[in-house]
């Protein structure tokens, strides 16, 4: 059974760090992409980042020079470390792994398989 789980969601201050992490099954981390996605209340799924199975990163441009997304293929683990956290990053962040290609990579429809989800809040 394919499984996402991300933990490391929490309330912190702005200007603050977290570090997420998405422990995934072996068939859903090799030779996937994956991606954060995030979603506030009342709003639509939105990209944050993305790197695929030969290393390329992808990031969305309001959190480009904040995050960092980084992946341990011997522990199919996902990362996403988080700096200088803003109140506009409080949202669920969702993991998501699938065959997405180049142009894809900020498409939540081409991802095949999501995590539960791990709130982050970031208060002023």
């Known amino acids: 059974q394919v499984q996402l789980v991300e933990s490391g969601g929490g309330l912190v201050q702005a200007g603050g760090s977290l570090r997420l992490s998405c422990a995934a099954s072996?068939?859903?981390?090799?030779?996937?992409?994956m991606a954060w996605f995030r979603q506030a209340p009342g709003k639509e799924r939105e990209f944050a980042a993305a790197?695929?199975?030969?290393?390329?990163?992808y990031y969305a441009d309001s959190v480009k020079g904040r995050f960092t997304i980084s992946r341990d293929n011997a522990k199919n683990t996902l990362y996403l470390q988080m700096n200088s956290l803003k109140p506009e990053d409080t949202a669920v962040y969702y993991c998501?792994?699938?065959?997405?290609?180049?142009?894809?990579?900020?498409?939540?429809?081409?991802?095949?398989?999501w995590g539960q989800g791990t709130q982050v809040t970031v208060s002023l």
């Open positions: 998501a792994a699938g065959r997405v290609s180049r142009s894809d990579y900020g498409a939540p429809r081409k991802y095949a398989y």
């Open positions: 072996g068939r859903a981390f090799n030779n996937n992409a």
């Open positions: 790197i695929r199975w030969i290393g390329d990163t």
